[in-house]
């Protein structure tokens, strides 16, 4: 299946959103003209795709670490909690 303007568009955001000024939430409401909330949860199914990791697999894998490293880091805080709580 292949990527629509609007995964590229996300896609290339990713690649330089940094070089703008301001907050990364502002650009994302601005230029994709979508909700943050919703911008992510689009990216994160997107990054899964091979279409998206064809199109741009340097920021495809970057993705997908900092996602991976996200969700340790919560699975290990939440371990911790619980343990402190027994």
């Known amino acids: 299946m292949k990527l629509t303007e609007g995964e590229t568009a996300m896609l290339e955001f990713e690649r330089s959103w940094w070089t703008e000024p301001g907050p990364k939430d502002s650009a994302i409401n601005e230029q994709l003209e979508m909700s943050t909330t919703r911008y992510y ?3 994160n199914e ?3 795709r091979p ?3 064809a199109h741009d697999p340097l920021v495809v894998r ?3 670490r900092m ?3 996200r969700r340790r880091s919560r ?3 939440v371990g911790a ?3 402190e709580h027994s």
């Open 62 to 64: 970057r993705l997908r």
């Open 81 to 83: 909690t619980s343990e």
């Open 51 to 53: 279409e998206a990791e």
């Open 67 to 69: 996602r991976d490293r």
């Open 75 to 77: 699975s290990e805080h």
């Open 46 to 48: 997107l990054i899964d």
């Open 41 to 43: 949860e689009l990216l």
